[in-house]
């Protein structure tokens, strides 16, 4: 069983009911959300947007699946930039019920060999909040190395915080 798989608009009522269900757990570690955004039309409108940045090669937005196929969460490469950089960011989410499964560790080493195999990226870079050890520790699984700290780096939970930056290379390109 694949761990991942495109996006479609056809997740967006599964995405909804998820993210309805896990608006508290995931609370602490996103941005506020307005209302809509917990909605199926707002879920729909998010996957449009980010198919179409996929269409022109500037995201690869995923579904995290658990081992019946089902979707649990989201892992999406953004702000893919070409070039002499061939560089990604990614940001990630599995449901509180779904958490410690390794299901995000799988998540990662799946879009990492996509962004790599196939897509021809050198770099990853992700960052966690201080304080998220758990994601830390998904990452580091999958070869990620911290490089930095960065202060005040986003807003989330309605505050401006720090996060721990890491990055991982294509190894074939050495």
Known sequence: MRATRLVTIADAPALADLLT??????????PVRPDEYFTVEGQRAGIRAVLDRYAQGSALPHVILDGSGTVVGRITLNEVVRGPFQSATMGYWVSATHNGRGLATAAVAGIKRIAFAEWGLHRIEAGTLVHNVRSQRVLERNGFVRFGLAPAYLNIAGRWQDHILYQVLNDGDR
């Open 21 to 30: 269900a896990n608006r508290e757990f995931l609370a602490p570690w996103d």
